[in-house]
């Protein structure tokens, strides 16, 4: 299948080359790549690009995995690079700090935290300011699992709708409030509106860079998935998320594909690259105005700098399988294969006979 001609088989190169790029967005199903392949483009991009950040707003991070190196909400720099920063947030902690201690009681606080989702919006608002002052030249984002992500998304939204009400419930009911926070003692009007203040310059902050969001100069969606139904069906899903929320997105990475060449005796392979063939045409039906890239599944993880760097090789050319069939190379493999597997029925029955003949 690698080798057919049928459909045009693509690169990451258009995302390498679109050098107005300054977000890119890695996103997919959980466990399909998106570690792997933003962190692989975050490299890349840094080998063009002056600098290049990577954000994993992932709260079960792996970007330390990847690199084999701890990294914290701040960037740091990635061990044998000069311009590549990464740094892991985590979108559900941070709420207290983005409010202030301003956020600990009161009125406008208890209502900021009866709005769904507007804690995660402050705090991505409040990374977003951060890294909007520091000046990369792309930053990529390895997102979690696609719920999140479009949560994510609609982040600029939630915060414009929270503020709506909370500025009407304010008005409604302020006056009344602050007399009986008065007669009372507790509650500080100041602090109130130090608050509204702060979700006043987030919402500025979330719509400035939801405006970059949606010009596809200067932001575009990679999606990743796996040659499955499943797969096939979630992307769909995002796509169609992606086109309502107005955020392009041109390439969807296709990872852990088997190639019928490099499929040597093993029936259960075999079996499962045949299904996969029959998803690969459905992706590449579905998604013809799209660029397609294919990357192979590898006998073990990619993990680290220099098997990231390895695998790379396929974000810029199209993946040639190393072996073809008939070839001698591709006989030697099946008869090492075979050796293999008789080695080990052989084992099975000696450990069988040995059994028997105790009992
Ligand atoms: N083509 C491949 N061949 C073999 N192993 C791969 C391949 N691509 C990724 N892996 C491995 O699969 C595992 C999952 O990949 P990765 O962490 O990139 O996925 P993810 O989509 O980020 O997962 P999660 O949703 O858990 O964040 C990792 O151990 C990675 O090294
Ligand atoms: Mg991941």
Same mark, same amino acid.
């Given at each position: 299948m690698g080798s057919s001609a049928e459909f045009p088989e693509g690169t990451l190169q258009n995302v390498l080359e679109q050098d107005s790029l300054k977000w890119i967005f890695v996103g997919g199903k959980g466990g399909v790549g998106k570690t792997t392949c933003s962190s692989i483009i975050s490299i890349l991009l840094a080998s063009i690009r002056e600098s290049v950040l990577i954000i994993s707003t992932d709260p079960a991070h792996n970007l330390s995995d990847a690199f084999q190196q701890k990294f914290t909400?701040?960037?740091?720099?990635?061990?044998?690079?000069?311009?590549?920063?990464?740094?892991?947030?985590?979108?559900?902690?941070?709420?207290?700090?983005?409010?202030?201690?301003?956020?600990?009681d009161g009125f406008v606080s208890e209502l900021a935290n009866s709005i769904p989702g507007i804690d995660?919006?402050?705090?991505?608002?409040?990374?977003?300011?951060?890294?909007?002052?520091?000046?990369?030249?792309?930053?990529?984002?390895?997102?979690?699992?696609?719920?999140?992500?479009?949560?994510?998304?609609?982040f600029p939204s939630t915060l414009e709708k929270g503020l709506a009400k909370i500025m009407s419930l304010k008005n409604r009911f302020g006056g009344l409030l602050s007399q009986m926070t008065r007669l009372l003692g507790v509650g500080d009007e100041f602090n109130e509106d130090a608050i509204l203040g702060k979700l006043e310059g987030m919402k500025e902050v979330i719509e400035r860079v939801n405006k970059q969001f949606k010009d596809p100069d200067l932001t575009t969606f990679v999606c990743v998935c796996i040659?499955?139904?499943?797969?096939?069906?979630?992307?769909?899903?995002l796509v169609q998320e992606l086109t309502k929320f107005e955020i392009d997105t041109h390439n969807? !990475?296709?990872?852990?594909?088997?190639?019928?060449? %490099? &499929?040597?005796?093993?029936?259960? *392979? /075999? @079996?499962?690259? =045949?299904?996969?063939?029959?998803?690969?045409?459905?992706?590449?039906?579905?998604?013809?105005?799209?660029? !397609?890239?294919?990357?192979?599944?590898?006998?073990? %993880? &990619?993990?680290?700098?220099?098997? *990231? /760097? @390895?695998?790379? =090789?396929?974000?810029?050319?199209?993946?040639?399988?190393?072996?073809?069939?008939?070839?001698?190379?591709?006989?030697?493999?099946?008869?090492?294969?075979?050796? %293999?597997?008789?080695?080990?029925?052989?084992?099975?029955?000696?450990?069988?006979?040995?059994?028997?003949?105790?009992?």
């Open positions: 909400k701040s960037p740091s720099l990635v061990n044998g690079f000069s311009n590549l920063y990464a740094m892991e947030i985590d979108p559900t902690v941070e709420h207290e700090d983005s409010l202030g201690s301003a956020a600990t995660e919006a402050m705090s991505f608002a409040e990374m977003l300011k951060l890294v909007q002052t520091m000046d990369y030249s792309v930053i990529v984002f390895d997102t979690a699992p696609t719920g999140h992500t479009l949560r994510l998304l609609q040659p499955e139904f499943l797969s096939l069906y979630e992307t769909e899903r969807i !990475i296709i990872n852990q594909v088997i190639y019928d060449e %490099e &499929v040597v005796e093993s029936k259960l *392979l /075999k @079996a499962r690259m =045949r299904m996969q063939q029959k998803y690969l045409n459905q992706f590449y039906m579905l998604y013809d105005d799209f660029n !397609i890239t294919k990357l192979p599944l590898l006998p073990q %993880e &990619v993990c680290g700098v220099e098997a *990231l /760097k @390895a695998f790379s =090789r396929n974000f810029l050319s199209v993946y040639q399988p190393s072996i073809t069939r008939g070839t001698l190379e591709e006989v030697e493999q099946r008869v090492s294969a075979l050796r %293999e597997h008789l080695k080990n029925a052989e084992a099975e029955l000696d450990r069988l006979n040995k059994g028997k003949q105790k009992a």
